[in-house]
């Protein structure tokens, strides 16, 4: 089972982009490329490590 602390979430790190391509549709800045899955879980699978260059987003301000 997956533990919760080691999960990364791409969509709340600024590496994390989306791309045009329909094949590879995930991308990773930090580590420079593009997938069709997280990238987070290919770097795990890949290194069977937690992604090490995550950096969360920073947040703007918000409008009400």
Same mark, same amino acid.
């Given at each position: 089972?997956? %533990? =919760? /602390? &080691?999960?990364?979430?791409? #969509?709340?790190? /600024? *590496? #994390? *982009? &989306? +791309?045009? $391509? !329909?094949? @590879?549709?995930?991308?990773?800045?930090? *580590?420079? #490329? =593009? &997938?069709? %899955?997280?990238?987070? /879980?290919?770097?795990?699978? %890949? %290194?069977? @490590? !937690?992604?090490? =260059? #995550?950096? $969360? =987003?920073?947040?703007?301000? +918000?409008s009400c």
């Open positions: 089972m997956k %533990s =919760k /602390a &080691t999960q990364v979430n791409c #969509f709340q790190c /600024a *590496y #994390f *982009y &989306t +791309t045009w $391509e !329909p094949a @590879h549709p995930r991308g990773c800045r930090g *580590y420079g #490329f =593009k &997938t069709k %899955s997280m990238p987070s /879980a290919v770097v795990r699978q %890949s %290194s069977g @490590h !937690p992604c090490l =260059k #995550f950096v $969360e =987003k920073r947040k703007g301000p +918000t």
